[in-house]
């Protein structure tokens, strides 16, 4: 061990003074466990075992309690052992206090104890500071925390670091927060983590700075840590935007998250396409698909998260298996998905069994179903809920309801709620009707608000819409937009429309597409078309065919009356509700099919008008049905144009059936004729019952002439 330069010392007083600091070298602990990640600091050359675990470290290890610097294997030698002895033996503070260190890194310590206590005697701040490493591993914590204080106030920032844990140990956090300043102020990289680990503990904002020091020293926990601090600021920075996107009602504001949408009742859980078949887990918690990790936003500004992956990629870099799963996590949500892997991987081979869980997931979803069954296999087996449920969905997919019953066991008896849950669905899913109430309300007891939903639609199923009420209540209040959603349902089959809004209402700024659509035909009917259109354009941004054509039609009324056609003028680009018209059209929306081909036809694109116009009335539009029968008659195929009319008739059109009658007037089909005649006067409008009812008088007289 080095010497710490020339010393003199005062023995009147018995403190320590420097005549040469220029010549100092500083101490430094290199403990995992109790001091931290176990990163040295650049130009160390001795340690000290800090008292105390107060810092979470990201595995456990032997405490060691001190090295010899870069020169170690050489000095741990024989020979140089042998000649430190030699020179101690003469008097020497330098090999006494090295000869010392020597020793009690091997656990001798009653032999290092004279030296130790010998150079210290001559003024050696690093032997002090390590014979009060040894006092510590003896227990006498109270000796050891004096000679610490004596070294430390020599100026060692590893002797300041060991005294601020002591303190802190026993609760002193004034003088434990002096003394690790003193010694991180020194630049002592366990010394600026031990602070940043107190002040975060105290929840003050002076964590950030120290955690940083520490992490740009090399220090792997310190570095974790800054990159989840910064994460999580990053998550609230999406929090506030995704919340500013919902209050503005810009497309795409249903974010994330939200419920599915769907006509009636919502049975199946968000989020659960990910995994096949019923009881599909929820995603892997802190592995890139659940708590904590950080979505993607339209022009969020991701500065933030990008330094918090620099300091995890650091940190996982000097093998700390939860930055890499972190890592992991950010490039799988960037779409990196290969290195995503290879650092799930490396986590995932140092035993992060949720690592091992989000590898799985990457690999199913790249098609390799075997090797994913391996991974969550092995997670569930170190005791991963979320892989159980995983293995569950996978056997269930399979058709293997009772292995896959077997592993929603054991998510559950991993602690996994969500076992319970999958249960309920899987029951649920065979009609074992009277098991999935008890999974369900064994999950909803707990707070699963899915489960109180699934539970409620399941009472509501059997009648009981006294019992499925309060479920409801609980999961929409816990979050669930579905089961806001169903309460407004249930709100409006008892005619109660206001209560039912306010629901609907509370789903809607949840993201939930078809409560968002709900309120905007509420809003629509009350003649607020400014609230309609934020909540259409929200629906419609989420896929709700049915809000993409009522948002057009909105903003098609608002369009003024289209001028005469000027020849040789250019062709005008689409409008915006035509190109919601569409959007809803391809989705198989039947009016607005019939809308776009109307559109085209105005355009003189009759190809694409009759292509419009045949898709809805091979869905069953009669509007369709009659608009191609008038582009087939225009063009002269009036046996087909005859065939739609018919359909069109049949199904309640009016003027269809009035064509139908004018054409077998011309044909000289009189009774045919004067039988749609009837049929169209029977349909109406009053125009069109108007004219049939001419049409057959004539007809009836050319049959008695």
């Not at 065939?643 to 069109?648: G, I, M, P």
Request: glycine share 12%.
């Amino acid at each position: 061990m080095e010497c710490m330069g020339d010393r003199a010392t005062l023995l009147e007083t018995g403190r320590y003074t420097q005549r040469n600091a220029a010549t100092a070298t500083e101490t430094t602990e290199t403990a995992r466990g109790n001091g931290g990640p176990g990163a040295r600091a650049a130009g160390s050359v001795s340690a000290a075992v800090a008292p105390g675990a107060t810092a979470r470290t990201d595995a456990d290890a032997s405490t060691d309690p001190v090295t010899a610097g870069a020169s170690t294997d050489a000095m741990e030698s024989a020979g140089a052992e042998e000649r430190h002895r030699k020179a101690a033996a003469r008097g020497d503070t330098a090999s006494m206090s090295a000869l010392g260190a020597m020793l009690l890194r091997r656990g001798d310590l009653d032999a290092a104890e004279p030296h130790l206590r010998g150079a210290t005697a001559a003024g050696d701040r690093a032997a002090a500071n390590n014979l009060g490493v040894l006092l510590h591993q003896r227990g006498h914590a109270d000796e050891a925390a004096g000679w610490w204080r004596v070294a430390a106030v020599a100026g060692s920032a590893a002797a300041a670091h060991a005294l601020g844990r002591h303190f802190r140990e026993r609760g002193d956090e004034p003088a434990a927060e002096y003394w690790l300043r003193q010694s991180a102020e020194q630049g002592h990289a366990l010394g600026a983590y031990a602070l940043a680990d107190l002040l975060e503990h105290r929840g003050d904002v002076g964590a950030e700075r120290w955690l940083r020091a520490a992490a740009e020293q090399g220090h792997r926990e310190a570095a974790y840590r800054l990159a989840r601090m910064l994460e999580l600021r990053a998550t609230d920075e999406l929090r506030a935007e995704r919340a500013r996107l919902t209050a503005t009602g810009r497309p795409g504001a249903g974010l994330p998250g939200a419920g599915p949408s769907g006509g009636g009742v919502a049975h199946g859980p968000p989020g659960a396409a990910r995994s096949p078949g019923p009881g599909a887990p929820r995603s892997a918690s802190g592995a890139g698909r659940g708590a904590g990790l950080v979505d993607s936003v339209a022009n969020l500004r991701l500065s933030t998260l990008d330094e918090a992956a620099q300091w995890y990629r650091q940190a996982a870099a000097r093998g700390h298996r939860r930055a890499a799963l972190h890592l992991g996590a950010i490039l799988e949500r960037r779409g990196e998905l290969k290195e995503a892997g290879r650092w799930y991987l490396t986590s995932a081979k140092d035993g992060e069994a949720r690592a091992a869980c989000a590898l799985a997931f990457l690999l199913r979803d790249a098609g390799d179903e075997e090797s994913a069954a391996v991974w969550w296999l092995r997670a569930a087996q170190d005791g991963d809920g979320n892989a159980a449920n995983a293995l569950g969905a996978l056997h269930a997919a399979r058709g293997e309801p009772q292995t896959a019953e077997r592993w929603y066991r054991a998510a559950l008896t991993a602690g996994d709620v969500n076992g319970a849950y999958n249960l309920g669905l899987l029951c649920a899913s065979q009609d074992r009707t009277a098991q999935a109430e008890q999974w369900y309300r064994q999950a909803a007891y707990t707070g699963h608000r899915e489960a109180a939903n699934a539970l409620a639609v399941l009472l509501l199923q059997a009648g009981d819409t006294i019992g499925a009420e309060p479920w409801f209540s609980k999961a929409a209040e816990a979050g669930s937009v579905d089961a806001a959603f169903n309460l407004g349902i249930l709100h409006v089959g008892r005619d109660d429309d206001r209560t039912a809004l306010t629901w609907y209402e509370r789903a809607a700024a949840g993201g939930h597409t078809e409560a968002a659509l709900q309120v905007g035909i509420a809003l629509l009917r009350d003649g607020d078309d400014q609230g309609a259109e934020r909540h259409l354009r929200c629906a419609a941004g989420g896929g709700s065919a049915e809000a993409a054509f009522r948002l057009a039609t909105l903003l098609d009324a608002r369009q003024p009356p289209p001028g005469p056609t000027v020849l040789g003028e250019p062709v005008a680009e689409k409008t915006e509700c035509e190109e919601w018209y569409e959007r809803a059209a391809e989705q198989g929306h039947r009016r607005a099919q019939v809308r776009v081909g109307m559109l085209a036809a105005a355009r003189g694109d009759t190809t694409e008008a009759a292509r419009w116009y045949r898709e809805a009335a091979e869905s069953g539009s009669r509007n369709g049905a009659f608009n191609l029968g008038l582009l087939l008659a225009r063009e002269g195929n009036e046996r087909e144009a005859a065939l739609w009319w018919s359909r069109a008739a049949r199904a309640g059109h009016g003027r269809a059936a009035l064509r139908l009658a004018l054409l077998a007037a011309r044909r000289g089909e009189l009774n045919e004729g004067q039988r749609w005649c009837a049929r169209a006067m029977e349909l109406g409008p009053a125009e069109v019952t108007e004219r049939a009812a001419r049409l057959r008088e004539a007809l009836h007289q050319e049959l008695t002439a």
